[in-house]
């Protein structure tokens, strides 16, 4: 017969503590594991992907994340090399939409806000508990603002990117197209505002300060300046004229080179190619200073991030109304 006393413990514990008599197991995360479907499948069920990464085998990779969809998609060198069923942020917890750097990438990180869950496969955008990782995925938006993946595809997406990569979340979607235009406000034939070069003082170019990692090129029309922030950090700023910048849009450089050895870049903020701004005109009355032009044509790799915004830049950028270009408003919070 059991000891009078450890029945009385044993209840004692169960009402108390109910979840500690329940075996290990039960706190164990649960992740969909994935299904991989034909590339021809039009429409993706929970958990499903498609992975065909030998339609470009290399270039700088962009994933765009469709909440309205719960889709996502990955981009290499701008032909699009994968998409995936993901749960974004449920009511309450919603995913921010914007453009985001992968700023640590972690195979089996465990959340230290969210009780020790496992988060494996982790590619943080923020500091603040954003990331793309392995998780649940019920068929609706139920993360706490994450966007969960399939695991089996958060594996296979690990092995193609890299830190510093743009992760595009939207509240829309459309496939990015590729242009050349965006490169050419920084080419060796962009001519000064006039013959005069803008005076010592109006430009800082001190790309010591990050030797290395990936590269946002904001300019902006409300402050009449040229950022360029390398790994986070800002490197240079140039005043310039006024651009007549409607609205916002956002590039990323490509891998290559057109016949005139333009820069190759992909638009990725879904809008037609009737709203882009004329880069030919801003380029003609910039007025950016030739020794500005040059680091920056040195900096431009595959994968730099170039921002056009009507917007002031600060804590509150938005590239529209509700999508915060974060890792350039709030740079210093990395």
């Known amino acids: 017969?059991?000891?009078?006393?450890?029945?009385?413990?044993?209840?004692?514990?169960?009402?108390?503590?109910?979840?500690?008599?329940?075996?290990?197991?039960?706190?164990?995360?649960?992740?969909?594991?994935?299904?991989?479907v034909p590339p021809t499948t039009e429409k993706l069920n929970a958990g499903d992907f498609v992975w065909e990464p030998e339609r470009s085998p290399g270039g700088?990779?962009?994933?765009?994340?469709?909440?309205?969809?719960?889709?996502?998609?990955?981009?290499?060198?701008?032909?699009?090399?994968?998409?995936?069923?993901?749960?974004?942020?449920?009511?309450?917890?919603?995913?921010?939409?914007?453009?985001?750097?992968?700023i640590e990438k972690e195979k089996d990180h465990v959340s230290t806000i969210y009780k020790g869950a496992e988060m494996p496969w982790m590619e943080r955008l923020t500091w603040t508990g954003i990331a793309m990782h392995a998780g649940d995925l019920p068929g609706y938006p139920d993360s706490h603002g994450c966007v969960r993946l399939p695991l089996e595809f958060s594996k296979l997406l690990f092995t193609v990117t890299t830190k510093g990569g743009t992760v595009i979340i939207a509240d829309d979607h459309s496939?990015?197209?590729?242009?050349?235009?965006?490169?050419?406000?920084?080419?060796?034939?962009?001519?000064?505002?006039?013959?005069?070069?803008?005076?010592?003082?109006?430009?800082?170019?001190?790309?010591?300060?990050?030797?290395?990692?990936?590269?946002?090129?904001?300019?902006?029309?409300?402050?009449?300046?040229?950022?360029?922030?390398?790994?986070?950090?800002?490197?240079?700023?140039?005043?310039?004229?006024?651009?007549?910048?409607?609205?916002?849009?956002?590039?990323?450089?490509?891998?290559?080179?057109?016949?005139q050895g333009q820069a190759k870049w992909i638009c990725v903020d879904g809008k037609p190619a009737a709203n882009d701004p004329n880069i030919v005109e801003i380029a003609g009355k910039a007025g950016i200073a030739k020794a500005f032009l040059a680091g920056v044509r040195a900096v431009i790799?595959?994968?730099?991030?170039?921002?056009?915004?009507?917007?002031?830049?600060?804590?509150?950028?938005?590239?529209?109304?509700?999508?915060?270009i974060l890792g350039v408003g709030e740079v210093a919070a990395r």
Not at 225 to 239: K, S
Not at 304 to 316: A, C, W
């Open 1 to 36: 017969m059991r000891p009078k006393r450890n029945i009385i413990h044993t209840v004692l514990v169960s009402v108390l503590f109910p979840t500690a008599l329940l075996p290990l197991s039960a706190f164990a995360e649960h992740f969909t594991e994935g299904t991989q």
């Open 301 to 324: 790799v595959p994968g730099t991030t170039l921002v056009f915004t009507e917007k002031p830049v600060n804590g509150e950028t938005q590239s529209k109304p509700g999508l915060n």
């Open 60 to 102: 700088p990779v962009l994933i765009v994340v469709s909440k309205p969809e719960q889709i996502a998609y990955v981009y290499r060198n701008g032909i699009r090399i994968a998409r995936s069923s993901v749960s974004t942020g449920r009511p309450g917890h919603p995913t921010p939409v914007g453009v985001f750097d992968i």
């Open 175 to 259: 496939a990015p197209r590729e242009t050349v235009h965006p490169g050419m406000i920084f080419s060796q034939v962009t001519p000064p505002a006039g013959e005069a070069e803008l005076r010592a003082g109006e430009f800082t170019w001190t790309p010591e300060k990050s030797v290395s990692g990936p590269v946002t090129i904001l300019v902006s029309e409300a402050d009449k300046v040229v950022y360029v922030y390398r790994n986070g950090v800002e490197i240079g700023r140039t005043t310039v004229s006024s651009l007549d910048i409607d609205g916002q849009h956002v590039y990323s450089a490509l891998d290559g080179t057109d016949e």
